[in-house]
């Protein structure tokens, strides 16, 4: 039994500040608590890159944003200052009883001591001082298992059942490793239609269209940008199907080198959406293509299939959810490396434009 009833219990706060793929990732666990807790009033903590995610979800019923550019240029500094404190008033006037920290570091956890919040429980591999600041919910750290029913655990300990029958689709899924889940997220209908337009802007408003992100936060986790150029020129020439590359505004250097490498036009809209309006792009998809980010982990909330290329990060553990199957590896293929430790980071670029073809293929002609 833990050692509190949120029956009895009337605010919590998730502290998850990031990145954008964890909060995907740990939204299941907002679903489960209100699910089972339904008077419950559940709140977030995450850093303004990535919270809009989680905007409009209907699970949360307040969402607390951290200005991350502000406290990590400057964080001694009096802009910085007024922002904390801005943000523990803003907390502290919520009165939230309990805290749950999914994620472990010193910049999820401080809000939970910040904000005022007398019970703080952290569950997910505690590092830094947390230990200091959070008490540790006794659940096993599992790295074979999915980071998302990881994260349930907590919510189980807390006890909610995290069995999401109603969304079980054969009798197979109750015994599944990675059984459905909800996922939070919410689309607004505008920004449904601004996309719409912008598609039809770039002759895609078919029904059919595939999906592309050619980056990823980090650059051993990006597919080389010849590769998706090369596939996307390939899928439009032997099928007829539109692509559509979709990123941030940091990513127009990859939009200059797609237009430059692709024999075919470039279909972009990297650059040219809000967070809600690629969101949206890729729920309408056939299929979307990345590698490990963030729109990889929405996809697959939507139930979008997903071609996911991994190197050195485990798809077994942080994959696209529900389908590991699509998730294209060849880590295992490498000798140079350590079993736990990559080395050469080279690994990604293993995967061919064929076998990620292959993959797609079997998706758009079923």
């Given at each position: 039994?833990?050692?509190?009833?949120?029956?009895?219990?009337?605010?919590?706060?998730?502290?998850?500040?990031?990145?954008?793929?964890?909060?995907?990732?740990?939204?299941?666990v907002?679903?489960?608590?209100?699910?089972?807790?339904?008077?419950?009033?559940?709140?977030?903590?995450?850093?303004?890159?990535?919270?809009?995610?989680?905007?409009?979800?209907?699970?949360?019923?307040?969402?607390?944003?951290?200005?991350?550019?502000?406290?990590?240029?400057?964080?001694?500094?009096?802009?910085?200052?007024?922002?904390v404190?801005?943000?523990?008033?803003?907390?502290?006037?919520?009165?939230?009883?309990?805290?749950?920290?999914?994620?472990?570091?010193?910049?999820?956890?401080?809000?939970?001591?910040?904000?005022?919040?007398?019970?703080?429980?952290?569950?997910?591999?505690?590092r830094?001082?947390?230990?200091?600041?959070?008490?540790r919910?006794?659940?096993?750290?599992?790295?074979?298992?999915?980071?998302?029913?990881q994260?349930?655990?907590?919510?189980?300990?807390?006890?909610?059942?995290?069995?999401?029958?109603?969304?079980?689709?054969?009798?197979?899924?109750?015994?599944?490793?990675?059984?459905?889940?909800?996922?939070?997220?919410?689309?607004?209908?505008?920004?449904?239609?601004?996309?719409?337009?912008?598609?039809?802007?770039?002759?895609?408003?078919?029904?059919?269209?595939?999906?592309?992100?050619?980056?990823?936060?980090?650059?051993?986790?990006?597919?080389r940008?010849?590769?998706?150029?090369?596939?996307?020129?390939?899928?439009?020439?032997?099928?007829?199907?539109?692509?559509?590359?979709?990123?941030?505004p940091?990513?127009?250097?990859?939009?200059?080198?797609?237009?430059?490498?692709?024999?075919?036009?470039?279909?972009?809209?990297?650059g040219r959406?809000?967070?809600?309006?690629?969101?949206?792009?890729?729920?309408?998809?056939?299929?979307?293509?990345?590698?490990?980010?963030?729109?990889?982990?929405?996809?697959?909330?939507?139930?979008?299939?997903?071609?996911?290329?991994?190197?050195?990060?485990?798809?077994?553990?942080?994959?696209?959810?529900?389908?590991?199957?699509?998730?294209?590896?060849?880590?295992a293929?490498?000798?140079?490396?350590?079993?736990?430790?990559?080395?050469?980071?080279?690994?990604?670029?293993?995967?061919?434009?064929?076998?990620?073809?292959?993959?797609?293929?079997?998706?758009?002609?079923?």
């Amino acid at each position: 039994m833990p050692p509190i009833d949120l029956n009895r219990i009337e605010r919590l706060l998730i502290l998850k500040v990031s990145s954008m793929g964890d909060l995907v990732h740990a939204s299941p666990v907002a679903a489960a608590l209100k699910r089972a807790f339904p008077h419950l009033q559940i709140g977030w903590i995450a850093e303004d890159r990535h919270a809009g995610v989680l905007a409009d979800s209907p699970r949360i019923d307040r969402l607390h944003i951290i200005p991350h550019r502000v406290l990590r240029e400057h964080p001694f500094g009096h802009m910085a200052w007024q922002t904390v404190l801005r943000l523990a008033r803003e907390l502290r006037a919520e009165r939230y009883q309990v805290a749950l920290d999914l994620q472990g570091l010193l910049k999820s956890a401080i809000w939970g001591v910040l904000g005022g919040i007398p019970l703080r429980y952290g569950a997910h591999r505690m590092r830094e001082l947390t230990p200091l600041l959070l008490r540790r919910i006794p659940i096993p750290d599992r790295p074979d298992r999915h980071v998302v029913q990881q994260y349930l655990d907590a919510a189980r300990w807390l006890g909610a059942p995290c069995e999401f029958p109603d969304l079980y689709t054969t009798p197979e899924d109750a015994d599944a490793p990675e059984p459905p889940v909800e996922f939070p997220l919410s689309v607004p209908d505008e920004a449904h239609r601004q996309v719409a337009c912008k598609l039809a802007q770039l002759g895609a408003d078919s029904a059919r269209l595939i999906s592309m992100n050619p980056s990823a936060g980090r650059p051993w986790k990006r597919w080389r940008i010849e590769n998706f150029a090369e596939l996307s020129d390939r899928i439009e020439a032997e099928w007829g199907i539109p692509v559509v590359f979709v990123g941030g505004p940091g990513d127009k250097p990859l939009e200059e080198q797609l237009a430059r490498l692709k024999r075919r036009p470039l279909r972009s809209l990297i650059g040219r959406t809000s967070l809600k309006e690629a969101m949206a792009v890729v729920q309408r998809s056939a299929v979307h293509v990345c590698g490990d980010t963030g729109t990889a982990h929405i996809a697959a909330a939507f139930r979008v299939p997903v071609v996911a290329l991994y190197g050195p990060t485990s798809p077994d553990r942080t994959g696209p959810y529900g389908q590991r199957a699509r998730a294209l590896t060849k880590r295992a293929c490498c000798t140079a490396c350590p079993p736990n430790r990559c080395i050469r980071k080279e690994c990604l670029q293993w995967i061919t434009v064929d076998e990620v073809l292959t993959a797609v293929e079997a998706l758009v002609k079923k």
